[in-house]
């Protein structure tokens, strides 16, 4: 990694302010991200101000666009990797982003092929399931489902002798779809009457919306996403440069 703490000479410097004012940044947010390892260390001046340079400057827009791709501790992640001259620590953050965003639109394409049997009748009585299982299989904790059955999301039934929690296909559906609609940023307050809604067959009419809008996200996400790479690629271009 290069030092960039010491004065170079022939380099145009910015102060924090010049750098702030194109992404509509305080000074002090910019040192707190150089502070935080996301941009490269300043020089600083015989009396100790900071100066940043040209490579200040595209690092900045690069960490910038990683954060409606990835997320600001995946974005983090990738920018120190890269200023740690560690490429492939940074590629393998970003692939696990992508990777993620295809399970989550995977996801909601199985749940939106399920919304026209959501209220089918007589489903047959499936083999039930402990808090454990159903925890492995969405990738939580069974605190979280515990958390959504008080807040009226999960309604397992318990087993007879132990009090153990059982969850049959019903109860499944509605843990999956908890599970998408937290994804998608809806608050357990939102989730829990459109969960209820499609449990008592009361319509699917609420499902749809919040699909609907999830998708949308999940499009803008996947957009982010190719600017990020861009701006990536503009940086390390930069570093190769120099």
Known sequence: MKDVRKPQT????????DLAREHGLSAQAV???ERQGLIPAAGRTATGH????????IALRAFLAQLPAHGYATAGEIMRAVDDDDLDVALRAVDRSHAQLLRDRETLDAVEAAVGVLTAAAPVEPRALPISAVARRLGVTPATLRKWERA?????????VTGY???DADDIRDAELAHLLRRGGYLLGHIAPVV???RTAGGVEPLVESLAGWRERLTARARAMLTAAARL?????????T
């Open 152 to 160: 009226g999301i999960l309604t397992p039934r318990r087993e007879r």
């Open 10 to 17: 022939g380099v145009h410097a910015f102060r924090p302010v």
């Open 50 to 57: 900071r100066t940043y340079t040209e490579r200040h400057r």
């Open 165 to 167: 929690r059982l969850y």
């Open 196 to 198: 209820a809604q499609v």
């Open 233 to 241: 690629d503009d940086y390390l271009r930069f570093i190769r440069a």
């Open 31 to 33: 040192r707190n991200y």
